[in-house]
Every structure is written in structure tokens, then in C-alpha cells.
């Protein structure tokens, strides 16, 4: 393995390669969650809570997926239902999962897109996102969705990492348009880093230095720019 590379040419995948699958999940749950906690009275409690439950069930998950993959018969849930003599029951199992999943997503995008645009009806692009989604879901293969999975993590951790620094760093809004040029800059630079080092032979995965990266270069410019502030008024005054 380790002449290998994170992707394995045999077919395989190392270890390396799986935990950033299983860190792109919760990666992209962060900013949905958001939108369900985003009024509670006591934001901390809610944030706890949630990130506990979705830990503690996440979980029992992988740990039922990896024992029903091991003595299913199979790495397909539908193989394994079908194994398990599960049939019709099964199939509701995996509907159900489906549209309620689902259902959280198209919300959650709904609601965000009132942050763009703020004329913008939640309802309405939730509708349209849902719509899309099915299309999509129909003409894509989803035979091995890797790759996708693999984006989303790109995407979303050096987001967070930038969320993260102006929040507990810099203590400060993003409310200019160069400062969000600034971070879009960082953020592009370090979803091809995440990419760089995903097909690289590098032990420590993607997800870490592209997370680092955006995290302690957005904590540079936000220390900058605050300096930058202060001596403009100290020369005004």
C-alpha cells in the first residue's frame, strides 16, 4: 500500500482514501444543521446536542453497515436487504431513508438561499432543488459515487476552516466585497491543494492541510486587515 497512493490502481482503497469519505459527510452536515439551529434560544445546547446525536448515530451506522457488509454477503444495501430476507421491507426502509434525508437537504437549501437573496422563497427553491436532485439522480450513474463525495469534501472543508478562523479568530463580519474576494481566493487555492494531495502519495489525506491551510492563511489576513484598520484611525484621530 504504501507505493500506492491514497487511490489504490489495484481497485482497492486504502485507509486513508475511506476516512475521507467518512469525513466528507459530516463535513457537509455542518452547514445544514445550521439551518435547523439558526434560532434556537440556546444556540450551544442545540449545536451539542446535535453534533452528539449525529456522532453517537453515525456510529452505530458505519458500525451496521461494515457488520452487514462483512456477514451480508455483500457491499450493496440492496444485496445485503435482499440476504437478509428483508424483500419489500427493505425496500420502504431505503424510501423512507431517502425522502427524509432528503427532504433535510432541499430545506436546508431553501434556507440558505435566502442568505444570497434575501426576496428569495425557501419553499420555492426547495421545490426546485428537489426537482433538480431527482433529475440528476436519474441520468448519473450511481454506481460509485467516490468522486462526488471526494468534491464535497473539497468544497466544504476549506469553507469551514474559513467560517472557523473569522469566528473564533478574528472576531470579525466578512462585509466587503474585497474581503470575500480575499477568501474566495483561499478557498479555490485550497480545493486544489485538497485535490493535489487526495491523488498524491501523502500519509495525512487531503482533508487536513486543505482545512489547515484556509484556516491559518484566512487567520493571517484577518490579523492584517485588523492592523491595517487600526492605523487608519489612529491616523484619522
Not at 16 to 43: C, F, V
Not at 129 to 148: E, H, K, Q, R
Not at 212 to 235: L, Q, R
Request: net charge negative; no cysteine; proline share 3%.
Amino acid at each position: 500500500w504504501p507505493n500506492e497512493g491514497i487511490i489504490l490502481t489495484s481497485g482497492n482503497m486504502s485507509f486513508i482514501a475511506a476516512l475521507e469519505l467518512s469525513i466528507a459527510m459530516p463535513l457537509s452536515w455542518l452547514p445544514l444543521i445550521s439551518d435547523y439551529t439558526r434560532e434556537s434560544k440556546k444556540p450551544f445546547s442545540a449545536s451539542l446536542t446535535s453534533a452528539t446525536v449525529y456522532t453517537v448515530t453515525s456510529i452505530v451506522m458505519y458500525t451496521l453497515g461494515l457488520s452487514a457488509a462483512i456477514f451480508g454477503g455483500g457491499d450493496s444495501i440492496i444485496t445485503i436487504m435482499m440476504n437478509a430476507g428483508l424483500g419489500i421491507a427493505g425496500l420502504i426502509v431505503i424510501i423512507f431513508s431517502t425522502v427524509t434525508t432528503t427532504f433535510m437537504d432541499a430545506y436546508s437549501a431553501g434556507v440558505s438561499s435566502t442568505t444570497i437573496y434575501n426576496g428569495a422563497s425557501s419553499k420555492g427553491i426547495a421545490v426546485i432543488v428537489t426537482i433538480v436532485g431527482t433529475i440528476a439522480a436519474i441520468l448519473y450513474p450511481m454506481d460509485d459515487i467516490t468522486d462526488f463525495l471526494y468534491l464535497i469534501g473539497s468544497v466544504f472543508a476549506p469553507i469551514i476552516a474559513i467560517l472557523l478562523a473569522d469566528y473564533f479568530i478574528n472576531h470579525q463580519q466578512v462585509q466587503t466585497l474585497s474581503a470575500y474576494l480575499v477568501r474566495g481566493l483561499i478557498w479555490a487555492v485550497s480545493v486544489g491543494l485538497y485535490h493535489y494531495m487526495l491523488h498524491s502519495e501523502s500519509t495525512i489525506g487531503a482533508t487536513l492541510p486543505a482545512f489547515t491551510t484556509a484556516f491559518f492563511v484566512t487567520a493571517i489576513v484577518g490579523f492584517i486587515s485588523h492592523t491595517e484598520n487600526s492605523s487608519v484611525e489612529i491616523k484619522q484621530h
